[in-house]
Structures are given as structure tokens and as C-alpha cells.
T-cell receptor, first 117, second 111 residues
Framework: DTGVSQDPRHKITKRGQNVTFRCDPISEHNRLYWYRQTLGQGPEFLTYFQNEAQLEKSRLLSDRFSAERPKGSFSTLEIQRTEQGDSAMYLC???????????????FGEGSRLTVL | QQQVKQSPQSLIVQKGGISIINCAYENTAFDYFPWYQQFPGKGPALLIAIRPDVSEKKEGRFTISFNKSAKQFSLHIMDSQPGDSATYFCAAKAGGFKTIFGAGTRLFVKA
């Protein structure tokens, strides 16, 4: 399978615990995005990387959230001191962006669903 | 972050009918307008996309109509089928930056 893979698919945790999600993008893709999706809403942008550089973070992303993409391959999204409001589907997507003008189709994984009790 | 407004929230269409979903945007820097389709338990997948230099793009039963002056674009699904039942998101992107999604439309096609 050469698509975007995410792990774990489901995570249930207690409020205050830390959680980490992993995303493995399509191997030749240079861009990796994290989105959050709550029930009945569209994906909400969190952050994105071009290779290993984190180029943008949403203002909605509190300092409890941190993302890394070491060596420009897989990425991790960590949420510290989880709150019930963090319960959502966390989606990872990758794209191959050759030029600024390129469309940049996003290829999404199936998501990691977080439930904070 | 609501830069793309999508309507309706939900839509029920008879099999064989036409499904129409509308989106409006404000940011004139947007230059790429994709539509994504999402089935339950899956991530969104690109369905069709358009750039603002054309007014219409058709791929099979799916057509995007684009009105640059009104800053609106819409998805038309012709001959809608039960297998088209899914959530559809319009989106917009400016240059090499992030993709912004609408809130989504849940489409149900009745057999």
C-alpha cells in the first residue's frame, strides 16, 4: 500500500494525558499537512511541512500541540495535557508540490480519532 | 478560519437527479478550487478541481461551474447514484499555501 498511513487509528485517553500520532506520507511527497476534523465540519488546517521545515502553524494551534517531521519523512503530532475539546479526527495529508503555482492535490490518510474522557 | 462558505449542509436527491452544491469565497488570491469527497471512516479524496481562468470543468458526471466576478463556484453531479452518497467539501488554495475547506455537504441519494 503506497498511500498515506496514520497510526493509531483510534486513541482513547484521559484528560491531562499526552498523546502522539504518527503519519507516514507517500514516499516521494515533499509536503505534509495536519488537519483536524470534528463531526459535521470540514478539515481545519493545523500545520504543514515542506520537507523537514515547518512552514506554517494555525493560530488555533495552542502551545500544547507540537508537530515534527524529522528528515522530511514521517511526521508526529503530539498533544500535551489533553482536554475534552481536543476530541476530533486528526487527518494527515501529503502532496507533491513542484512549483508554487502547482495545484497540490492533497492525499489524505484515514485519520486518527482521538477521544478524551 | 471560515474563508469558504458552503451550502447546503445536507442534500437529499432522487436517483438519476442532479445534485448541486454551492460555495462562495472572499479571498481573491485563491487560484485553485478543488472539491473533495469523503466516505464515512475515510479521509477526503480529490474529486475534481478548477482554476479561475476557466468557467467550467467537466469530468464524467461531475461538473464545476466557476463565477469569478461573483466569487462563487458550484459542483453539479449529474445522474446522481446511491454510490455518490457521501460528504462533499469545496476548498480553495492560494499559490503554494494551505488548502482551506468548507464545512461540507452531506449528500444522500435515494434509490
Amino acid at each position: 500500500d503506497t498511500g498515506v498511513s496514520q497510526d493509531p487509528r483510534h486513541k482513547i485517553t484521559k484528560r491531562g494525558q499526552n498523546v502522539t500520532f504518527r503519519c507516514d506520507p507517500i514516499s516521494e511527497h515533499n509536503r505534509l499537512y495536519w488537519y483536524r476534523q470534528t463531526l459535521g465540519q470540514g478539515p481545519e488546517f493545523l500545520t504543514y511541512f515542506q520537507n523537514e521545515a515547518q512552514l506554517e502553524k494555525s493560530r488555533l494551534l495552542s502551545d500544547r500541540f507540537s508537530a515534527e517531521r524529522p528528515k522530511g519523512s514521517f511526521s508526529t503530532l503530539e498533544i500535551q495535557r489533553t482536554e475534552q475539546g481536543d476530541s476530533a479526527m486528526y487527518l494527515c495529508a501529503s502532496s507533491l508540490t513542484v512549483t508554487v503555482e502547482a495545484g497540490g492535490e492533497l492525499f489524505f490518510g484515514e485519520g486518527s480519532r482521538l477521544t478524551v474522557l | 478560519q471560515q474563508q469558504v462558505k458552503q451550502s447546503p449542509q445536507s442534500l437529499i436527491v432522487q436517483k438519476g437527479g442532479i445534485s448541486i452544491i454551492n460555495c462562495a469565497y472572499e479571498n481573491t488570491a485563491f487560484d485553485y478550487f478543488p472539491w473533495y469527497q469523503q466516505f464515512p471512516g475515510k479521509g477526503p479524496a480529490l474529486l475534481i478541481a478548477i482554476r479561475p481562468d476557466v468557467s467550467e470543468k467537466k469530468e464524467g458526471r461531475f461538473t464545476i461551474s466557476f463565477n469569478k466576478s461573483a466569487k462563487q463556484f458550484s459542483l453539479h453531479i449529474m445522474d446522481s447514484q446511491p454510490g455518490d452518497s457521501a460528504t462533499y467539501f469545496c476548498a480553495a488554495k492560494a499559490g503554494g499555501f494551505k488548502t482551506i475547506f468548507g464545512a461540507g455537504t452531506r449528500l444522500f441519494v435515494k434509490a
